[in-house]
């Protein structure tokens, strides 16, 4: 098959597709990123939210019917979908469709787990008459072309596919890792296994599952409805599903994520602890840096009020540096103060010989003059004081703020006795 015959052959399978987000879970060990707001919706890489990375993905894959599965705590991320991804035409079938948890089923109530919350939306579902149904977790940083997958999907008469990392051994721990014979079907399924299992040819490294499942649609409605049905299921894919699924000798296989041209493993992080979520912005701003945010043939989508550029004010009694090997988004003011390896999210004021070194700022913080934060994470709408030190003095920190593994501080405005979110 040339490159033309396949371009059109990925691009059938697509509109014959939707793509389930899966963006309900509270995203715990963020820890109190997350009080406010679900994991998915967390702001990353200066302008974006987290679960923009998988929807730009499906409509550069050209899968432009979308539902996205909400629960906990989320209004903050109902809003920026309903502000920014209304672009998409449904005169013409294009949708994204939030589904909360709204008790759909009898007896139903909160969603149990992840094949839950989609078996309980299984009438939208039949509704829409999709022929593949493609299953994505809302909480991951990467770029990929969905339609590959899909394709590989039906090139294996496949009845689940699921995407793959290769993972160092001691990583794969926190994953379900994947055992595979040479045509990639899937022959065992662990979940966050203690001792995960390597690949043949490579005792270092082991298949991991990114969250990433492709179904045949009425396979996967038979399959929900045994679920349900199971007593005994705690109606997760990864500890329930998928493991019946291979017991049963289904046809599952494992979809390797690789670049076509050259083979290697793209960029993904799972950004779900808050030394990942600083580690994977502080590469933004390194000088080579695998995520391409400023791709035009793959934009990342978003929402973002109209701000005017960011503004640099120099203080002439004490030389600054302004912003070295940063990134500092619209809106933000800098006054006098030094900006370094660090990223700015938008409309953040830095006063008066304030230093901010390796450090990600989330928006509307408000930064007092001649204040020192070093290796720091602010949450959105802190007022930090002035003279404030942060990350200077780490056993002063941990009694104030949250002291995270490497010596990372984060500082929320709870933490500062603002209480944003409370009523009074």
Known sequence: MNIEQTSRYVSRLTRNTIALVLAGGRGGRLCQLTDWRVKPAVPFGGKFRIIDFPLSNCVNSDIRRIGVITQYKAHSLIRHIQKGWGFLRGEVGEFVELMPAQQRLRNASWYSGTADAVYQNLDILRNHQPEYILVLAGDHIYKMDYGVMIAAHYENNADMTVGCIETPIEMAKSFGVMTV?????????????AQPESLPNNADVAMASMGIYVFKADYLYKKLIEDADDQHSTHDFGKDLIPRLIADNDRIFAHRFRDPVTGKQPYWRDVGTVDAFWNANMELVSVDTELDIYDKNWPIWTYQEQLPPAKFIRNHEK???GAVDSMVSGGCIIKGATILRSLLFSNVIANDSVLIEDSVILPDVKI???????????DKGCVIPEGTEIGVDLEKDQQRFQLIKDGIVLVTPDMLGQEL???R
């Open 421 to 423: 979110h409370h009523s």
């Open 368 to 378: 007092g003059a001649n204040s020192v934060i070093k290796k720091a994470v602010i």
């Open 319 to 321: 030389q600054s540096l």
């Open 181 to 193: 014979d040479e045509t990639g079907r899937v022959s065992k399924f662990t979940e966050k296994p």
